[in-house]
């Protein structure tokens, strides 16, 4: 029998995970919008398209480099630990970031512009797997559908939010 969203979002946990993973894409996104126009703006004109460059390296670095690791460790613990102790990682990493801007330490910024996407690459696999594990297999194409639209929800708003905010603050 067919259920709707309605009860799909309704299971136990669903809605507070759906939330932590918002919550983290828009902080990603944001973070790595305002450190990239950060150093656009700290560059000369013609370093500003070297440094933007290196705003994405830094952040896809670690999906290159611990992508493989990062589903071996959702495989061998609790994904519910691993996103407990990424959340964790990420709470850390967003102080950090914070210290580095109020500092105005851009290589800090670059720093914890990696840890975040270190964070983004460890909590990736767990997000995924863990959906068969706290869902009925009849809610599973749902439940990954409303997933994926709150990440990109996340994204598009954390983007504009960060430009935003440079806007108001630079």
């Not at 305002?34 to 700290?42: G, K, N, P, R, T």
């Not at 004109?45 to 290159?64: C, E, K």
């Not at 599973?140 to 603050?169: K, Q, Y």
């Amino acid at each position: 029998m067919a259920r709707s969203y309605r009860e799909t979002l309704a299971q136990r946990g669903l809605q507070p995970f759906l939330w932590t993973q918002f919550l983290g894409a828009f902080n990603d996104n944001l973070f790595k919008i305002v450190v990239s126009l950060v150093a656009v703006h700290a560059a000369s004109g013609a370093d500003s398209g070297r440094a933007l460059s290196l705003v994405g390296a830094i952040f896809i670095l670690p999906f290159l480099l611990f992508s493989g690791y990062a589903g071996q460790v959702a495989d061998v613990y609790s994904k519910r630990t691993v996103l407990v102790v990424t959340k964790s990682l990420e709470i850390a990493a967003a102080t950090l970031g914070l210290i580095a801007f109020l500092a105005g330490r851009l290589e800090i910024a670059y720093g914890v512009l990696f840890l975040i996407a270190v964070q983004a690459t460890f909590f990736s696999p767990a997000k995924y797997g863990i959906l068969p594990e706290i869902l009925p297999d009849r809610d599973l194409s749902r439940a990954n559908g409303v997933l994926e639209m709150t990440t990109f929800v996340a994204i598009v708003v954390g983007v504009a939010a960060g430009g935003a905010m440079f806007d108001a603050w630079q």
